[in-house]
């Protein structure tokens, strides 16, 4: 199949007519919706090959196309391309390689004890683990014994490289709901999972190949993200592990999995004699065929008291059923095949030796792909669909292998049919012990090549000095490794450094010819010269803090000195942010939701050391301990659902605002032992603020009353001012009605409040008891304070051209210097209005917007300077919040889960250099940083 096949022509085009219908979305637009990179999307219409299943369904959906209509439609083509293998021979007694699943529980014999063990433990309880080594059949075991005993209805999940979006697509299916819509609820929170699936009663959830989430999976956050959301699950369905027993240690590393797998647990062992005569036996009675009972005793003598062996027990099964003789399978045809121990090898080498010189060269290429090389061992890998070439050779190789059941292709990826084949094929394994640094040469250029798609071709993802001249090399010494994709991505790479070296070399001939004209201007051939060099190191720097992106969690202290490193050779505010964001990967549980999960707000202790948060509705309390990572400490209880949340000025109390009812003062004089000392009664939806110059906390209340005659309920907004010198019995001082919103309280201690019309006040509370509203500020309408320094004359403002909004992408923020409140002063100007925060000292501002979020440094108010970006994207609203110290902040994006950020730069350096787990190697270092002088990053630094 190649590009111009008039079926990917004529698919491509209706891809892009659906676009044009809806709009001419862009692809970046797409991408939102669909939940899936925009290179993948504009591969999906460019007619170059046939998309997966799932990235057409995800493209039309987000086009607002018929999912029904398009999955029919793509099949037709799929088949039409000829990558389907043909349907299997239902007379098939036996599997070989390939595990049972449910259409075969009439032909799957010997486990009856090992099903009603696991099934009894599912009666008991609702979260069970199968482990069992490889080989020993849990596949079949569930989705062929379990499943199809199993009473109610039954959803089959593995976990493959992108959990999340493997929950969101069985889910939608089982619900009848939309993949997007679901998508974006599973990502909003791992408990959602459960909320999903509630309508379905009697539910089964059976995880096969639960190891996949540590071998294929390679984002710590979603690993995360997928025990907690199965966890949760396991309170309202039943959820059910196959898990490789090898495994089981990384399964004990997570406390939520060990607690939901306690008492649990069911180990698959070996096969009797008996249950292996019944494995035997069992599926040719059942299909009308007979065995000699020499073959019967020879094949139990065979596999009784071998670990892993029903691999290849079904497989040699299977060529023996091939060589029968009529309805008898014979102990010749068994021992032609090869018998247990050899039929794997014979059925591979027949294959391989069927094909042409050619074919052969391309099936080596096929399946050494196919294996994840490991330090302990080699595992099977699964290659998405859309990484192999659709050409006639590759087709013909995958459908050839397929269809002697050495590998699987499904509708979106290729894989081994089992580990074994790894294991007993001799060629196979003489190939990845041949050259295993060419095979992880050409792992890396496949991850980079999906690096460099994903960010549009950014030039800046392209190989560059010695990796580019490693991966090249693959295209004479492996050719038929190398895609064509990747080969358009080391094309790509090889012209930019062509032209590079050609700018280099114009630039030096320029020199010399100026330098004999004219010697003033070697100046400018100087700075052309240094230009270069900048840009050439900005180059490889770049593509070194994407490779440690892509590092952090299978490597994370490899990636950490990358980060540190490449920060070292270009801190501009891009790869300064970078660093912090490697840095914060460091820490699992920050890009993971649990510990700020649903959050709303943050609140910091004065002290630093804990901080508050309300989140799931309930007061948490999270304590850093001296660490740069907070550690749940406990949820304050006895509050209801909590709204808003205030501390004042001394760090001794808690304002915590019910969502329906009173406001509760909490003594947090002792954070870890917090108490409920007075409720200052509220009939509305209250939002405290405390006074950083005296003992007044302000609430301002918004409820809504029925009036007689009104088509609605008509809102009011009060600020009542309560004296709090002793938390425990507060007085009210004043009630004041007030058409308008609470800012906040400024440095000097006015009140400040912003009405409809976008004019903003200060309330002077100087008497608390008569609180007095000052004269509209001047020049202020357009732009309505939202972010105010409590120690400093210091103000923030978010605009859009002439419209105050506190929400859009197309605004900026602006400072004031409020030293004379009633006069403020314009200062600088700096993008970003979703969200705002000054830290404490001062020194920095963040500002959101649905990009990114961005650390400007506004010591100099007039000339404010980028410091940091966080990429942070479909950012619609959130909070940030800088800790009491200013050397972190906590990124709450749409209220999911919260990511505490490092915005200092020698924490961050302490950091990572605490947890290098060895120093990075100058031959690693060559591989990240060509013609760039070794440096190890975490060496003692030359002081000033």
Not at 167 to 179: M, N
Request: aromatic fraction near 6%; charge should be negative.
């Amino acid at each position: 199949m190649e590009p111009g096949d008039p079926v990917l022509v004529e698919f491509a085009e209706a891809l892009r007519e659906l676009r044009r219908k809806a709009g001419s979305p862009t692809y970046r637009q797409l991408s939102t919706r669909a939940h899936y990179s925009t290179a993948a999307l504009s591969d999906a219409a460019a007619g170059r090959r046939l998309p997966t299943l799932n990235v057409t369904l995800a493209y039309v959906r987000a086009c607002g196309g018929d999912a029904r209509e398009w999955e029919q439609r793509w099949r037709q083509a799929d088949a039409e391309l000829g990558w389907s293998v043909e349907q299997e021979d239902k007379a098939v007694p036996y599997r070989g390689l390939l595990a049972f699943h449910e259409g075969d529980a009439e032909v799957f014999f010997g486990r009856d004890r090992a099903v009603g063990e696991v099934l009894a433990r599912l009666r008991e309880r609702r979260f069970v683990g199968v482990f069992g080594a490889s080989g020993a059949g849990k596949t079949s075991l569930l989705r062929a014994g379990v499943a199809p005993r199993w009473p109610g209805p039954v959803a089959v999940l593995v976990p493959g490289a992108q959990p999340v979006e493997e929950c969101a697509i069985r889910a939608a299916d089982l619900v009848g709901r939309s993949t997007v819509e679901v998508h974006d609820q599973l990502r909003a929170d791992p408990a959602n999972l459960a909320l999903v699936l509630a309508p379905v009663t009697g539910l089964l959830v059976l995880v096969d190949q639960f190891e996949e989430l540590f071998t294929l999976c390679e984002d710590a956050g979603e690993r995360e993200w997928f025990i907690r959301a199965l966890v949760a699950l396991g309170a309202r369905a039943h959820v059910l592990l196959g898990v490789r027993a090898d495994f089981y240690r990384h399964c004990a590393e997570h406390e939520p999995l060990v607690e939901a797998l306690r008492d649990g647990q069911v180990l698959l062992g070996q096969l009797t004699a008996q249950e292996l005569h019944q494995a035997i036996v069992g599926p040719a009675t059942a299909r009308g065929l007979r065995l000699e009972s020499e073959l019967v005793t020879r094949l139990v003598a065979d596999a009784v008291g071998r670990a892993g062996v029903l691999p290849m027990l079904s497989h040699a099964l299977l060529e023996t059923w091939h060589r029968r003789r009529g309805i008898t399978l014979t102990l010749e045809g068994y021992t032609a095949a090869g018998g247990i121990d050899h039929a794997i090898a014979r059925t591979a080498e027949a294959v391989y030796a069927a094909l042409d010189e050619h074919g052969q060269t391309f099936a080596k290429a096929t399946c050494t792909r196919l294996v994840a090389l490991g330090d302990d061992g080699d595992t099977k890998r699964r290659v998405p669909r859309d990484e192999w070439d659709h050409d006639q050779t590759t087709t013909a190789v995958l459908h050839t292998l397929a269809a002697a059941r050495l590998i699987t292709i499904d509708q979106d990826s290729v894989e081994p049919a089992h580990e074994a084949l790894i294991t007993h094929w001799p060629r196979l394994r003489a190939w990845l012990a041949e050259d295993r640094d060419t095979l992880r040469v050409h792992r890396h250029l496949a991850d980079a090549t999906r690096i460099w798609q994903d960010l549009d071709h950014d030039p800046a993802a392209l190989y560059r000095g010695t990796l580019l001249t490693r991966a090249r090399d693959l295209l004479t010494t492996h050719p038929a490794l190398v895609t064509t994709t990747q080969r358009q991505f080391l094309t790509t790479a090889h012209t930019a450094r062509k032209s590079n070296r050609r700018r280099q070399g114009l630039s030096a001939l320029t020199v010399a010819c100026l330098v004999a004209v004219l010697a003033a201007v070697g100046l400018y051939a100087a700075r052309t010269s240094v230009d270069n060099n900048r840009r050439v190191t900005e180059a490889v720097v770049g593509q070194a803090m994407a490779q440690a992106r892509v590092l952090r969690s299978s490597d994370p202290s490899l990636a950490g000195q990358v980060a540190l490193a490449a920060y070292r050779l270009l801190p501009n505010p891009t790869i300064r942010g970078g660093l912090f964001d490697v840095v914060s990967a460091f820490n699992q549980a920050n890009e993971t939701p649990g510990d700020f999960d649903e959050t709303h707000q943050v609140v910091f202790h004065p002290g630093g050391r804990y901080l508050y948060t309300a989140s799931h509705g309930a007061l948490n309390v999270y304590d850093f301990n001296g660490t740069p990572t907070p550690k749940f400490s406990h949820a304050v209880p006895d509050l209801g659902a909590v709204g808003r949340v205030a501390i004042d000025r001394t760090g001794r109390t808690l304002a915590v605002a019910a969502v329906q009812g009173p406001v509760h003062l909490v003594d947090v004089t002792d954070p870890r032992a917090p108490k409920v000392v007075a409720a200052v009664p509220s009939a509305g939806w209250v939002e405290p603020h405390f006074s950083p110059t005296g003992p007044i906390l302000v609430l301002f209340e918004t409820f809504t009353s029925a009036v007689h005659g009104a088509p609605q309920p008509l809102s009011e907004d009060v600020i009542r001012v309560v004296d709090v010198r002793d938390p425990a019995h507060p007085v009210e001082r004043a009630s004041v009605r007030a058409d308008e919103e609470a800012v906040g309280f400024n440095h000097a201690g006015d009140l400040v409040t912003q009405n409809p019309g976008s004019e903003i006040h200060l309330w002077d509370l100087g008497d608390p008891a008569h609180p007095f509203r000052r004269s509209p500020l001047p020049n202020a309408s357009a732009e309505p304070y939202v972010a105010l320094s409590r120690t400093a004359p210091i103000a923030a403002s978010a605009t859009s051209g002439s419209t105050p909004v506190l929400v859009g992408t197309d605004g900026s923020t602006r400072l004031w210097d409020t030293t004379d409140p009633l006069r403020p002063r314009a200062t600088g100007r700096i993008p970003g209005m979703v969200a705002l925060a000054l830290s404490p000292d001062n020194r920095f501002i963040a500002a959101a917007n649905r990009e990114n979020v961005e650390i400007w440094d506004i010591r100099d108010r007039d000339n404010p300077v980028q410091y940091a970006v966080h990429i942070a994207s479909n950012f619609t609203f959130g909070t940030v919040v800088f800790a009491s110290d200013g050397r972190s902040l906590v990124i709450v994006r749409n209220n999911t889960s919260g990511l505490l950020w490092p915005v200092d730069v020698s924490a961050a350096e302490s950091w990572v250099c605490q947890r290098a787990l060895r120093p990075i190697a100058p031959d690693e270092w060559a591989r990240y940083f060509l013609n760039i002088d070794f440096a190890d990053p975490c060496a003692p630094q030359p002081g000033p």
